[in-house]
């Protein structure tokens, strides 16, 4: 039988507290949260309360964690896009494994620092492109294996974002200005470009990209709009980005409906009619979208040109309905279209019937990022236990980098109007 991994968990926002600490909850016999930190006092005394975590092992931030003699086997790094390099190189230098949230960092040097601090140390970092371990794309990843379709030769992808969480997460929350955390294009599309290169297995040459912050900007804003939505606003009857729709009253979303989790404990600790409405009152949550200080961008494509000649592009919107993706794979027989919604997968060989692959009868647990999350943290935690190297699905670092490179040529091109960047020049 495997050792029982322990878990040292630096960051106790939603990837940390809510998403990857309660797989200690499902496998109790593989892993146990020895250590919190978080710089949000409540959340490390509620998260030590429902782990049995002292208050010896409790921290009022990372570092002071880190700072500790080793404390378990591996550290889980949930902290902002920034802090991570930062904190993951004096981790591996004191001997942990990382479990690392995704982006690794915004800037290149750091990438490439933290594989080369990784295998000086003998550690292994795993970073969270949590698509990969999802039924869905597995399965994708087989179909594509197979030659069924013969030579990819084409992808077009969809990252639709989806309207409310555009404005949640990028133009009132976290990861909303590039300058104090990442690019649009690594925070939230480094998912689709690690699953671009590992379905198809190809490198990427070069990229072109153009974008912009279309609509969330103040020249924007209807008439009779004001800083807050609860602040009388006269525009919020036909704004579809009001917070009072989006966190109380959406059937979907709000709290009124029975909605607590995600996004609205990001809002508040304990999601409540009162609390949200107190939240929205005061809190960055309450903002005009039109009027708040983000900077990236809502829309985005990428041209990818891979070093065999095959082409790959990635669409990237806020404007959508709902949040999911698609790709259409185009090969030199045949068709693949999968549509990560309607968990189906549409395989058609030329001249042949399109066979329909239905994933919501290949597996039973599709929470958290279409089945991802918990399958992911199994398996870095059997990783560890087991003292394996990681598989072809599990991220490792240096696979990581690489998609980290293509949306950093994404942001550059960019911001050159469209210029074309080989990556060589990024990875050296």
Not at 149 to 177: K, L, P, T
Not at 404 to 418: F, N, P, T, V
């Amino acid at each position: 039988m495997s050792k029982k991994v322990k878990v040292a968990l630096a960051g106790l926002g939603s990837r940390g507290k809510d998403t990857y600490a309660p797989t200690a909850k499902l496998f109790p016999e593989k892993m146990e949260i020895v250590a919190i930190a978080d710089i949000d006092s409540a959340k490390v005394k509620e998260v030590a309360k429902d782990y049995n975590i002292p208050e010896s092992a409790c921290f009022s931030s990372a570092e002071e964690l880190i700072a500790q003699d080793k404390l378990a086997d591996v550290m889980f790094i949930t902290t902002q896009d920034q802090q991570h390099v930062r904190q993951a190189i004096p981790a591996l230098r004191k001997g942990y494994h990382l479990l690392l949230e995704k982006p690794i960092s915004p800037d290149l040097d750091e990438c490439g620092e933290i594989v080369k601090v990784a295998n000086e140390c003998d550690r292994k970092v795993v970073v969270c492109h949590v698509l990969r371990y999802t039924p869905f794309y597995k399965k994708l990843k087989e179909v594509m294996d197979s030659g069924v379709i013969g030579d990819v030769v084409s992808i077009m992808a969809i990252e639709n974002v989806g309207y409310w969480h555009q404005a949640h997460s990028f133009v009132r929350g976290n990861w909303r200005n590039s300058n104090t955390t990442s690019p649009m294009i690594l925070q939230k599309c480094c998912h689709d470009f690690d699953l671009l290169l590992w379905l198809s297995g190809k490198t990427c040459k070069s990229v072109s990209s153009y974008g912009s912050t279309y609509l969330f900007k103040k020249d924007k804003a209807p008439e009779g709009a004001t800083a807050r939505c609860l602040d009388g606003c006269k525009a919020k009857e036909n704004c579809p980005f009001d917070a009072e729709k989006i966190y109380i009253t959406n059937k979907k979303t709000g709290v009124a409906y029975g909605k607590t989790d995600w996004p609205l404990d990001v809002v508040t600790l304990h999601p409540s009619v009162d609390s949200i409405t107190e939240a929205i009152k005061t809190g960055p949550y309450g903002r005009c979208v039109y009027m708040c200080d983000n900077n990236v961008v809502d829309h985005q494509v990428v041209n990818m040109n891979m070093t065999d000649g095959s082409t790959i592009t990635l669409t990237m919107s806020a404007f959508t309905a709902t949040g999911s993706r698609y790709q259409k794979i185009m090969g030199t027989k045949g068709e693949i279209v999968a549509d990560l919604s309607e968990k189906t997968i549409k395989v058609t060989p030329f001249g042949k019937d399109t066979e329909v692959i239905d994933i919501s009868k290949l597996a039973t647990d599709f929470s958290g990022h279409a089945g991802g999350d918990n399958r992911m943290v199994e398996e870095f935690i059997d990783m560890i236990a087991e003292g394996k190297e990681p598989t072809n699905a599990v991220t490792s670092v240096e696979r990581s980098v690489e998609s980290h490179y293509c949306a950093l040529a994404a942001e550059q091109s960019r911001l050159e109007d469209g210029a074309v960047v080989d990556l060589d020049t990024l990875r050296k």
